[in-house]
């Protein structure tokens, strides 16, 4: 799971991640770099569906094996 860590710069929260056990094939670092500090809810969503698309393919592997 994504560990964050927030920090307070004045009226400006940014959010990183800095330790996390996501597949390295997704696309983590660009989700980060598009929606990360503004659009948390978006990034959230976003990699839930590549995690979720993930889980589905290698379920689809193993029925086939």
Do not use: D, M, Y
């Not at 959230?44 to 094996?65: G, I």
């Amino acid at each position: 799971q994504p560990c964050r860590e927030f920090r307070e710069l004045g009226e400006f929260r940014e959010l990183r991640l800095r330790r996390h056990s996501i597949p390295p094939f997704l696309p983590l670092e660009a989700l980060a770099g598009h929606f990360l500090p503004h659009r948390p809810r978006q990034f959230l969503a976003l990699l839930l569906q590549h995690l979720n698309a993930f889980v589905a393919r290698r379920e689809q592997l193993r029925q086939l094996q």
